[in-house]
């Protein structure tokens, strides 16, 4: 039976005191960020995380004060621990603070956890220590590092940390969080902070959205080399904020759907080359992406807006069709991924171009046509997507799709491109919306002791 303050989490227990009442806890936070370790033998290492980089010195509140008892287990036994994880241990590191969060610009990891949570508390002052710890948390995950001890020296005490990625290093995680219009209404004094732009996404004609999947206040997206380490971090963060929010909707990418920087371009479950003409640039993501000071809320300049969109893709109707319907229908080849008026993937489609019995080569419908910036005002928008896949449905059909990212400076951008698709797109015979939510993603934590949302709680 876990007793009160036997949780090394460093996460209070409900009714519990501002301030850590478990003595390992109270030690650790008072001890600076990886100087005084505590060993027990056979127990892991832990390492404390000072109040002052918690919170920078500047957080007042009591109740923000119960988020600093945070234990992490030492980064420096990672690689030692390899072995015993049975894993690969993956070095690669993303930097979590910064002038953007991570996980948007950062060209895709292979896997996905989008966790989108319902805010369960009517406190202000809970939600504030949410935020403050989940911060703090996700810092931590970043670089491999678990936040409470995985196997604590008392007997008694419930492991802070539930083990899963232990030793299995960094994976370039990122954590990406973003507030739904929701957040931004009377329960915690936030709605003069709600940017004019972050309202809910229209409906589309075609829309089948479903309310398992759609809505919530808060999303983060886990992004990760492993799989394993990606749901390691929505786990322990859904955990550590269980008295706060619930768990509202989720998905698990199982691939990359896009390209960003760099890399080469990855194949959509409906076998085609998907991110060829996708966002890469600084001068794009200048335009395109990050908010800038024409925003209305400044809080929001260095930030973006994430539209999440489940689309549920009929495998065996698409597995049906035929090549040249397959190819009219995106407007480009299988294999090379070549525009149908060019040869090669990078090509320049020419949306004008007639065939011999003088129709559209690229047809007016097919999905490129309707999507691509020549054709919606110069708009372009950041896709992110990654395919995923929820076993069989009810009748036995294989349940799959895509989850649908994209960031943009304006949710506008993605709501002038879906109106056209939503109507028009040949695509559309093929695929269901059944999910959608919209997230003002702010701009990156500037250094330790900065929480997302702490502007509203000033
Ligand atoms: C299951 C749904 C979808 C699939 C399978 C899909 C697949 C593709 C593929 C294969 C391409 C061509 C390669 C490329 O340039 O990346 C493409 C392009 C594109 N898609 Fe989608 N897509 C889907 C949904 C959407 C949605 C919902 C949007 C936005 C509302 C969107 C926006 C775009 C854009 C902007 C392009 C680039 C067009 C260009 O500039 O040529 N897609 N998509």
Redesign the pocket.
């Known amino acids: 039976m876990q007793k009160r303050g036997d949780n090394e989490a460093g996460v209070p227990d409900e009714g519990a005191p501002a301030v850590p009442v478990n003595p390992e806890n109270s030690e650790n936070s008072e001890t600076s960020e990886n100087s005084e370790n505590s060993k027990s033998p056979g127990h892991a290492e832990t390492t404390g995380i000072s109040r002052r980089a918690l919170f920078g010195g500047a957080l007042a509140s009591a109740a923000a004060g119960a988020a600093i008892g945070i234990v992490a287990t030492g980064a420096s036994d990672q690689s030692a621990n390899a072995a015993t994880a049975g894993a690969t241990p993956n070095d690669s590191t993303i930097e979590f603070y910064g002038q953007h969060q991570a996980g948007i610009q950062t060209p895709p990891q292979d896997h996905l956890v989008l966790m989108v949570f319902d805010v369960t508390t009517t406190s202000a002052s809970e939600l504030q220590v949410m935020l403050a710890k989940w911060s703090a948390a996700m810092a931590q995950y970043s670089k491999g590092v678990p936040v409470g001890a995985v196997e604590p020296a008392r007997d008694q005490a419930v492991p802070g940390d539930t083990g899963e990625a232990y030793g299995m290093g960094p994976n370039a995680l990122t954590l990406t969080l973003g507030f739904a219009p929701s957040m931004f209404d009377d329960r915690f004094g936030w709605a003069k902070y709600k940017p004019a732009a972050l309202t809910d996404i229209p409906a589309f004609a075609s829309d089948a959205l479903t309310p398992e999947f759609t809505g919530g206040d808060i999303c983060i997206q886990a992004c990760a080399a492993d799989p394993q380490v990606a749901y390691h971090a929505i786990r322990n963060l859904a955990r550590m904020a269980r008295t706060t929010a619930t768990t509202r909707w989720t998905v698990q990418g199982f691939g990359r759907?896009?390209?960003g920087q760099g890399q080469t371009?990855p194949r959509?479950?409906?076998g085609?080359?998907?991110?060829?003409?996708?966002i890469t640039t600084d001068a794009d993501l200048t335009q395109f992406v990050w908010v800038g000071d024409e925003a209305d809320q400044k809080w929001m300049v260095g930030g973006s807006y994430l539209v999440a969109?489940k689309?549920h893709?009929l495998i065996e109707t698409w597995d049906a069709d035929y090549i040249a319907d397959q190819h009219a229908v995106?407007?480009?080849t299988k294999s090379v991924?070549a525009?149908l008026t060019g040869t090669a993937e990078f090509d320049t489609?020419d949306f004008a171009a007639k065939g011999a019995d003088g129709a559209l080569v690229i047809p007016a419908d097919a999905?490129?046509a309707l999507?691509?910036?020549?054709n919606n005002g110069g708009i372009?928008?950041l896709?992110r997507?990654y395919n995923f896949t929820d076993g069989i449905d009810d009748v036995g059909r294989l349940d799959a799709?895509?989850m649908?990212l994209?960031y943009q400076k304006d949710p506008a951008q993605?709501v002038t491109?879906?109106s056209r698709?939503g109507t028009s797109d040949r695509?559309n015979e093929y695929?269901r919306?059944v999910g959608s939510g919209v997230f003002a993603v702010p701009p990156g934590l500037s250094a330790a002791g900065d929480y997302y949302g702490k502007a509203f709680f000033a």
Not at 272 to 278: A, L, V
Not at 371 to 374: M, R
């Open positions: 759907a896009s390209a371009t959509n479950l409906m085609f080359k998907d991110g060829t003409r996708n969109r689309i893709v995106f407007g480009r991924g525009p489609p999905h490129v999507a691509a910036h020549e372009k928008i896709r997507g799709g895509l649908f994209s993605f491109i879906q698709l695509l695929i919306h």
